[in-house]
């Protein structure tokens, strides 16, 4: 965390296009207050509202954030349930919000295991927004990185079977644009709260060259402060993409 006093100098110049964050420690902060599992939830949920602003202030074109896992049914129905409470009132009322202030809404994900109501409102916030260019929010539900994999070979697997795709044509290409993120540039940022310092299934074959930087801080005490500590981090890395300075 942040001393109140620390500040730092971004380059606009050098700024990630996309970045990506896997939210994590909403039931620890809820827990260190003694509070239920589905009060952590619903801070980080406006932990989520505040970082989407001061990414479009900082001037992000993307933003990709872990907000419910294909893993995440393993846990209580009673806190499943509460999240996908939480999510429906967002999207009835936030999601529509941002779309106002011309921020394009996006769901990656397995979508069909969703109730069809959740299916229905993201529908909708995604054709709302469809034109919208302040900035693009991903939201990943029940999403996995080895699943949306899968899905995607399937997919390049029926294109070959039905004589659409040859086998020798297959590209990297050819898989990125079987993926959830099609069309959305690799993230250039990872971060992770918590302390964790794990990857959990999220966008394998996106982060391949990604910078990763791992914050202390439970994701409801996130702020604008400790995601600008981040990218000033990813400014004074020296990227190399495998290869070597000269």
Known sequence: MLYENESFQLNPEKMPKHVAIIMDGNGRWATKRGLPRKAG??????????IIYAAKELGLEHLTVYAFSTENW???????GAIMDLLRFYLKNYFKKF???NIRM????EKSRLDTDI?????EIEDLSREKNGMTVHVALNY?????????????ARETADGMLSPDAITEDTISDAL?????PDPELMIRTSGEERISNFLLWQIAYSEFFFSDTLWPDFD???LERAIYYYQNRERRFGGRLK
Do not use: N, Y
């Not at 393993?74 to 499943?80: G, I, L, P, Q, T």
């Not at 299916?119 to 529908?123: L, N, P, S």
């Open 41 to 50: 939830h619903k801070a980080g949920a406006e932990a989520l509202e505040r």
């Open 106 to 109: 996006h769901v990656i994900g």
């Open 119 to 123: 299916q229905k409102a993201i529908a």
């Open 99 to 101: 779309v106002k202030d």
């Open 180 to 184: 959830d993120t099609a069309g959305t």
């Open 144 to 156: 996995g990185g080895r699943d949306e994999l899968r899905r995607a070979v399937t997919k390049i």
């Open 224 to 226: 604008k402060k400790e």
């Open 74 to 80: 393993k846990r209580s129905a009673e806190e499943v």
